[in-house]
């Protein structure tokens, strides 16, 4: 007779997962008990509150080094780097979607997501103003599902990671107060492309565990150091679970939902999205690599070449060829999900160290490049048609200014976090014998400069016409990401060893 043992569970060292999930879980009884009056100002002190006290007891516990939950988490190095790089970039990302003053009918968000558009309960419900609060429900649950999923040691958790994280996206991308069709054209293509991704993770992890008869990353490791015959069907498996990675960091060619949702998304949305999936994406699979696959390396090696090479050169030529800048900038996370394969390829610890450097400055350039999108706004909402920007770094100098920073980081131009990081990945690249990869991406970041640096001709190099976009003043909220993202990106670009200096010591996955 089987006996079921409990685990043994550090609740120290998961305490800011464990933080965000009971946030999370009183978010929901918020919204089910509460007068719709005072929903919003609890939901904010629920959100703010628990990402900051997640982060605080984060780097208390900065030392902690273990496997817990019966071998399913692990708490290492990257785990620690990546879980605050992710409450940061979401504490930034929050204060973009409270914000209330950019826009004429109050926030980003639906009155009434299950409204039709243009009907007369969505008109109904906009002139009661009321607001979607359940934007912070969802909020934290995608964040919990980000947490758990850089510190999963086996499939199964990393695959419940995987869809609390992904489910909770696809209900915000279709949210937008504005443009309600195309949001939603967005979120049904999410929805159904991340379907197809999460079923070839599921059957890879099926076919895996198959061939190891184990789900966990130390144990599958052991059953392939142990094997001596065929190993087709567990590249097979391996191959599928990166197809459910690769679609979330958005790699050509698991990358057609990435411009759509760019541009259909509320555009506090698109920067949560686009700079913490990123993050946990990228966590979870050089875990998988490093820790389970690391015996099959040259395999999944071959696989990541052609992808990086692909997203790269399609992602910056296609970038060339936008009039939109948030579309522009979805083509251009293409390129950046290549960029940061060069130093997953690496598999080095100063591949680590760089991806994660690569990750914590794309992130707040992401979130910040956005934050000043949703300040640029016409009669019509935000003004994304790069024929509205023409003019507007003289017309408003300050936010041009910001705008260029971003632009020369984005193309790694030096004296910018940008230039440090992709001096990193190609460095570590380089270092392990990756040339010719190293080359390719010289030549896509050529090539990206252009598209880059298009944006701040047309702001500085263009008057300002009838058609030139208003900036509008932003509430402390916005005023505080871009003052902190801005910042972060000179400081990151002037004095990087710090940063290196901390990577270098956290760049080492435990099994």
Known sequence: MNTFTAPEIDYLAIAPILIVAIAALLSVLTETFLPR?????????????????????LVINRDIRTITGGGAVA???????????????????????????????????APSAAALPGS?????????????????????????????????????????????????????????????????????????????????????AGLVYGFTGSISLPEIHDA?????????????????LLVGLLFKVGAVPFHQWTPDVYQGAPT???????????????????????????????????????????????????ALTQSDIKRMLAYSAIAQSGFILVGVVAASPSGISAVMFYLIAYGLVTVGTLAVISMVRDSTGEATHLSKWAGLGKKSPVLGAVMAIFMLSLAGIPLTSGFVIKFSVFAAGIAEGDTWLVIAAVVASIIAAFFYVRVIVVMFFSSPNENTASVAVPSIFTTITVAATVTATMVLGIIPQPMIDLLANAGIFIR
Do not use: H
Not at 37 to 57: D, E, K, N, Y
Not at 88 to 106: M, T
């Open 120 to 204: 007369v309960d969505e008109r109904e419900y906009s002139a009661r103003g009321y607001f979607q609060t359940e934007i912070w429900t969802l909020f934290l649950f995608a964040v919990l599902g980000m947490l758990a999923f850089v510190v999963s040691n086996d499939l199964l958790i990393m695959f419940v990671a995987l869809e609390v994280m992904s489910l909770p996206l696809y209900l915000m991308v279709g949210m937008a107060r504005r443009r309600r069709l195309l949001s939603q054209e967005a979120a049904l293509k999410y929805f159904v492309l991340g379907a197809f991704s999460s079923a070839f993770f599921i059957f890879g």
């Open 37 to 57: 009056s005072v929903r919003r100002p609890v939901q904010l002190a629920l959100t703010f509150i628990s990402l900051i006290g997640a982060l605080v007891v």
């Open 268 to 318: 506090p949305i698109t920067a949560f999205m686009g700079a913490t999936v990123k993050v946990a994406a990228f966590g979870a699979m050089m875990r998988l690599l490093y820790v389970a696959f690391s015996g099959i390396q040259w395999d999944w090696e071959i696989i990541l070449w052609v992808v990086s090479i692909l997203s790269m050169i399609i992602g910056s030529l296609i």
């Open 224 to 240: 392939l150091a142990s094997t001596t015959g065929e190993t087709l069907l567990i590249v097979i498996g391996m191959a599928m």
């Open 75 to 109: 708490i290492d190095g990257p785990a620690l780097v990546l879980m605050g790089t992710i409450l940061i970039l979401a504490l930034l990302s929050a204060f973009l979607v409270a914000e209330r003053s950019l826009d004429s009918l109050g926030d980003s968000f």
